[in-house]
């Protein structure tokens, strides 16, 4: 039972790269989303998915772009790198349902130079 | 809008120690509360939740008692281990999709043998 698998576990870019963080889930979720975990901030949400073909924007969408082509996958594209996005990335998902908890993968911790 | 407190860390405990760690929360609605812990290079855990007041979510030792009167949801272990040592993130989920959850900052704990 794998859950939720993000790859890579860790990357290196320079400004102005793009790069695509995969995120995939076998536990047939509906909801999916992207956080960014920074020292002292918590957790902030990135983007997430209601379902396969529906993506809206969280609380700090700029930079980065989604698709959800399928149930199970949920890639987060960066489109041209900055220092400000170094942090550690997670994928989540969730079954829906009021009382559902969030299920996390491992995280990606992205440095940007 | 909705929003969760968390008390501040580092905290440092001996082993055996009694552990509290505060949680407080803001809502409009009528939130489902949930303990996440994160293990170094790990994501997020689930580790209890409660969905109505006067619940008592509990797991590993671990407790906590959703309090609407005081709108709190206090983490609490008896004697804490070496292997407890992690961050914990108090959240809450007001809607069934998971764009609605808001997480604390976490607290981290150390546990000194």
Known sequence: NAGVTQTPKFQVLKTGQSMTLQCAQDMNHEYMSWYRQDPGMGLRLIHYSVGAGITDQGEVPNGYNVSRSTTEDFPLRLLSAAPSQTSVYFCASMRGGRNSPLHFGNGTRLTVT | ?113
Not at chain 2, 35 to 48: D, K, N, T
Not at chain 2, 95 to 102: I, L, P
């Open chain 2, 1 to 113: 809008g909705d929003s969760v407190t968390q008390m501040e860390g580092p905290v440092t405990l001996s082993e055996e120690a009694f552990l509290t760690i505060n949680c407080t929360y803001t809502a409009t609605g009528y939130p489902s509360l949930f303990w996440y812990v994160q293990y170094p290079g790990e994501g997020l855990q689930l580790l209890l939740k409660a969905t109505k007041a006067d619940d008592k979510g509990s797991n590993k030792g671990f407790e906590a008692t959703y309090r609407k009167e005081t709108t709190s949801f206090h983490l609490e272990k008896g004697s804490v281990q070496v292997s407890d040592s992690a961050v914990y993130f108090c959240a809450l989920s007001e809607g069934s999709t998971g764009n609605q959850f808001y997480f604390g900052t976490g607290t981290s704990l150390t546990v000194i043998p």
